[in-house]
């Protein structure tokens, strides 16, 4: 069993930047590979970014790539994801998923359905 717990969200400005953590119990931290998906007010779950278990290969949905960026401590048992040049749109519930699938698998499923494992989430609001 594996228990995930975001961090780091809160209210920011356009233009602004944040970093939201997840850390995982248990010690199979590195043997899942590492994802961030989000739900904006009124719409479905989306792919923001996954990362590999030893953070050979990250992957990105078009709608971040350049602005977001995906890393992961195994020692700490921790995937951060850094988003800069924050935007209204990026306004949601970002979650994170633990999956033994690949990472490149995370991105096509683009809603995260059937991820082995998900945190209750953390809110980022991006003030216009």
């Known amino acids: 069993q594996v228990q995930l717990v975001e961090s780091g969200g809160g209210l920011v400005q356009a233009g602004g930047s944040l970093r939201v953590s997840c850390t995982a119990s248990g010690r199979t931290f590195s043997s899942y590979s590492m994802g961030w998906y989000r739900r904006a007010p009124g719409k479905e779950r989306d792919f923001v970014a996954s990362?590999?278990?030893?953070?050979?290969?990250?992957y990105y949905a078009d709608s971040v790539k350049g602005r977001f960026t995906i890393s992961r401590d195994n020692a700490k048992n921790t995937v951060y994801l850094q988003m800069n040049s924050l935007k209204p749109e990026d306004t949601a519930v970002y979650y994170c998923?633990?999956?033994?699938?690949?990472?490149?698998?995370?991105?096509?499923?683009?809603?995260?359905?059937?991820?082995?494992?998900w945190g209750k989430g953390t809110l980022v609001t991006v003030s216009s």
């Open positions: 990362i590999t278990r030893n953070s050979e290969s990250t």
């Open positions: 998923a633990a999956d033994r699938s690949t990472a490149q698998a995370m991105a096509v499923r683009s809603t995260g359905y059937g991820m082995d494992y």
